[in-house]
C-alpha cells in the first residue's frame, strides 16, 4: 500500500466511522437528553429521525456530487459540514434546535458515506480495492461498535453535549488528511443534479414520518394534522414519482425495478432492517428506563453484536457463492426473527449475561449470514454498469426503514415494558416477513 493509498484509506475511515457511529450513539443518550431538554418522546424520536431523513433523502444525490464537483472537494465539504453541525448540536437548548442541528449533519454524512467508497475505488487498483474496503468495511463496523459504548461513558461522566463535540477532534484530523494529503481527480461527465428530486424526498418522507409519530401520541386532538402530514407526505412521494419518471438525469432510476430480483431485495431490506432498527434504538432506554442500567451498561450491549456480525460478514461472502443468496436470507433473517422475539423476555430478566448478551449475540449472528449475501443480491439484480446506482438505492432503503421504525414504534414503546415487549414482537414479525420474502422471490441461481 502506497503511502498515498495509506492516507485514502484512513481519511475514509474517519469519515464514515463518524458517520455510522453517530447514527447509534445517540440511542444511548435519549433518556439523558429527554431531561436536560425537558423533550417529549416524539421531539427525541425526531433527534434520530432528522438525522436519518435527511441522510436518506440526498444519499443519492451526494454519490452524484462527487463525480460531478470532484471527489476530494466534496469529500471535505462533507466532513466540514459534519463538524459544523455537531459543534452546533453541542450549542442546542430545546429539542427543535437539536433536530434541526442534525438534519445538517445527515447532509454532511450523505456527502461523506458515498465519496468513501468512491475515494478508494479511485485510488486502489482492482486487484487491491477488495482488501481495502474490507480494511474500511472492519473499522467501520468497530467505530459503530464502539460509538454506543463511548457514548453511554461520556453521558455517564459528562454532560450529553460532549456525544457531539467528541466529533471534533476527528472531524479535524480527517480534513487535514483529506486536503493536504489526497491528491485531485480528473472530473467525470456526470450528469445533472437533481435538487428537485432529493427535495420531493425529504418533504414526502418528513411527511410521513411525522403522521407516524402524530399518530403515536396520546389524544384524538392530534389526528386532523396527523392525517394531514400524512396525506401531504404520500402526495409529495407521488410527485416525487412522476418527476423522476421525467427528469432528465433522475437519481432515482426507475429502470432498475423492472427485474423482479430487484424490487424482493429491497423489500427484504426494508423489512429486515425496519426490525432492526426498530428494536435497536428503543432497547437502551428500556434497559435504563426499566432496569436501571446506567449508559455504558446500555450502549456496550451493542459491542458483541456488532464484533460477531462483522466476524461472520467476512465469510458470507463465500456462504453465498457456494449455497447461492437464497439459503442465508432465509436462515439469516429467520435467527434475527427468533432473536428480536427473545428480547422481550431478555429485557424483563434484565441481567447483563445471562439475558442481554446471548439474545444481542443471537441477532449478531443473524444479521452476519444476511449482510454479505444481501449486497450479493443487490449487485446480481443490478444491470450492467448500474451496481454502484443499485448500491445506493439499497442503503438509501435501509435507512428509509429505520426513519419508519422509529416514527411508528414510539407510542409502542412508551408503554413501558408491555409496550417494548409488543415492539420486539412486531420486529420479529417483520423480520421473519423478511424471510419468507427470500424464500418466496430469491433463485438459488441468484449471486452464486
Known amino acids: 500500500m502506497t503511502p498515498l493509498q ?5 481519511a475514509t475511515i474517519i ?7 453517530d447514527g447509534s450513539i445517540v440511542t444511548v443518550a435519549i433518556p439523558e437528553m429527554r431531561v436536560a431538554l425537558d423533550a417529549s418522546l416524539a421531539e427525541m424520536q425526531w433527534v434520530a429521525n432528522g438525522y436519518t431523513l435527511v441522510l436518506s433523502a440526498f444519499l443519492l444525490l451526494g454519490g452524484a456530487a462527487g463525480d460531478r464537483h470532484g471527489l476530494r472537494r466534496v469529500y471535505a465539504l462533507g466532513i466540514s459540514l459534519f463538524a459544523a453541525a455537531s459543534f452546533a448540536c ?7 434546535e437539536l433536530i434541526l442541528a442534525r438534519a445538517a449533519q445527515g447532509f454532511g454524512a450523505a456527502l461523506m458515506v458515498p465519496g468513501s467508497l468512491a475515494l478508494i475505488a479511485a485510488h486502489f487498483p482492482s486487484d487491491e480495492r477488495g482488501r481495502a474496503i474490507g480494511v474500511w468495511a472492519a473499522a467501520t463496523s468497530i467505530a459503530a461498535a464502539f460509538g454506543p459504548l463511548i457514548g453511554g461513558w461520556l453521558i455517564d461522566h459528562a454532560p450529553w453535549q460532549t456525544i457531539f463535540l467528541i466529533n471534533l477532534p476527528f472531524a479535524a484530523l480527517g480534513l487535514v488528511i483529506v486536503i493536504h494529503g489526497v491528491s485531485d481527480l480528473p472530473l467525470g461527465n456526470s450528469p445533472q443534479m437533481d435538487w428537485l428530486g432529493a427535495l420531493l424526498t425529504v418533504i414526502g418522507l418528513g411527511g410521513v414520518a411525522l403522521s407516524l409519530t402524530l399518530f403515536g401520541e396520546a389524544g384524538a386532538g392530534v389526528f ?14 407521488a410527485g416525487f414519482v412522476v418527476w423522476e419518471r421525467r427528469a432528465p438525469d433522475p437519481m432515482l432510476p426507475f429502470d432498475y425495478f423492472r427485474d423482479r430480483r430487484a424490487v424482493a431485495v429491497n423489500i427484504l431490506t426494508l423489512l429486515l432492517y425496519f426490525a432492526l432498527s426498530g428494536a435497536i434504538f428503543f432497547l437502551p432506554s428500556a434497559l435504563i428506563q426499566r432496569d436501571g442500567w446506567n449508559a455504558a451498561e446500555a450502549g456496550s450491549i451493542f459491542l458483541g453484536f456488532t464484533v460477531v456480525m462483522a466476524i461472520l460478514s467476512r465469510f458470507g461472502g463465500a456462504i453465498a457463492d457456494k449455497f447461492g443468496v437464497r439459503l442465508p436470507l432465509i436462515v439469516g433473517p429467520a435467527i434475527t426473527a427468533a ?13 447483563y449475561w445471562t439475558a442481554i448478551t446471548p439474545t444481542m449475540l443471537m441477532l449478531g449472528l443473524g444479521m452476519g449470514i444476511t449482510v454479505a449475501p444481501l449486497s450479493t ?15 445506493a438505492i439499497n442503503n438509501a432503503v435501509a435507512r428509509v426503514a429505520g426513519l419508519l421504525a422509529v416514527a411508528s414504534l414510539g407510542a409502542i414503546a412508551g408503554g413501558g415494558f408491555d409496550g417494548f415487549s409488543a415492539l420486539a414482537l412486531i420486529c420479529a414479525a417483520a423480520a421473519g416477513a423478511s424471510a419468507i420474502v427470500g424464500f418466496a422471490t430469491l433463485g438459488k441461481a441468484q449471486g452464486g
Open 224 to 237: 386532523p394534522a396527523a392525517i394531514a402530514s400524512g396525506a401531504a407526505g404520500l402526495t409529495t412521494l
Open 377 to 391: 443480491a443487490v449487485m446480481a439484480s443490478a444491470p450492467v454498469g448500474q451496481t454502484g446506482v443499485a448500491s
Open 339 to 351: 432473536s428480536l422475539a427473545a428480547l422481550a423476555p431478555a429485557v424483563a430478566v434484565g441481567d
Open 90 to 96: 453541542a450549542l442546542c437548548s430545546n429539542a427543535i
Open 15 to 21: 469519515g464514515s466511522g463518524m458517520a455510522f457511529a
Open 6 to 10: 495509506s492516507r485514502v484509506l484512513t
